[in-house]
């Protein structure tokens, strides 16, 4: 129940088209979703995050997309750039754990996706 | 930009053998935590770590492993004595107080068991 699924396991896109990553939740207790961008050799990095109180985020060429009846959310990489290549996790983390919130982080198993110039 | 510091960058290591992998968290940060990831595989939740003490583990994190902040600065974990299957990236990462704030995570330590 404290999964995160993740699809696809790699994307391959053109420049400047749009890269779509899926993520599926069990546990209705998480209520924050970031999602992690990592590139070889170096630590995930926050990307964007939601709150399932919204319905989408935006943010440059990222958008969050949550759907919390279905206990989905994907992330929308729109104008898909050569240096957008990297392995993108999505997460899931239960922030009001009885007022104490230590932020443990359940990931997705990642995307790595490869944009072709 | 202040930013989680990790060492050694790899290190390699007989089965058997303890090691410890050291990180500098953000200064102002009062969670700390340390994941794994399995070449190829997901970043997985080993512990986390907050006023002195553990908050939570996996159960990954057996008696095998420890976590410690002995001075104040550093934090470090320690495998007492490694299998193969530890072999891994492992990564640090910290937060400060508040919901929703963001975590940020250091370079990686790459451990090899031979």
């Known amino acids: 129940q404290q999964q995160v699924k993740q699809s696809p396991q790699s994307l391959i896109v053109q420049k400047g088209g749009i890269s779509i990553i899926n993520c599926a939740y069990e546990?209705?207790?998480?209520?924050?979703f970031p999602w992690y961008q990592q590139f070889p050799g170096k630590g995930p990095a926050l990307l964007i995050a939601?709150?399932?109180?919204?319905s989408e985020k935006k943010e440059g060429r990222f958008t969050i997309s949550f759907n919390k009846s279905a206990k989905q959310f994907s992330l929308h990489i729109m104008d898909s750039q050569p240096g957008d290549s990297a392995t993108y996790f999505c997460?899931?983390?239960?922030?009001?754990?009885?007022?104490?919130?230590?932020?443990?982080?359940?990931f997705g198993q990642g995307t790595i996706l490869t944009v072709h110039p | 930009e202040p930013e989680v510091t990790q060492t050694p960058s790899h290190q390699v290591t007989q089965m058997g053998q303890e090691v410890i992998l050291r990180c500098v968290p953000i200064?102002?940060?009062?969670?700390f935590y340390w994941y794994r990831q399995i070449l190829g595989q997901k970043v997985e939740f080993l512990v986390s770590?907050?006023?002195?003490?553990?908050?939570?583990k996996s159960e990954i994190f057996d008696d095998q492993f420890s976590v410690e902040r002995p001075d104040g600065s550093n934090f470090t974990l320690k495998i007492r004595s490694t299998k193969l299957e530890d072999s891994a990236m492992y990564f640090c990462?910290?937060?400060?107080?508040?919901?929703?704030?963001?975590?940020?995570f250091g370079q990686g330590t790459r451990l090899t068991v031979v």
């Open positions: 990462a910290s937060r400060r107080r508040g919901l929703n704030t963001e975590a940020f």
């Open positions: 770590f907050y006023n002195n003490e553990i908050s939570e």
């Open positions: 200064s102002n940060h009062l969670y």
């Open positions: 997460a899931a983390s239960i922030t009001n754990a009885g007022g104490t919130s230590y932020g443990k982080l359940t």
């Open positions: 939601i709150r399932p109180d919204v």
């Open positions: 546990n209705t207790a998480f209520d924050y």
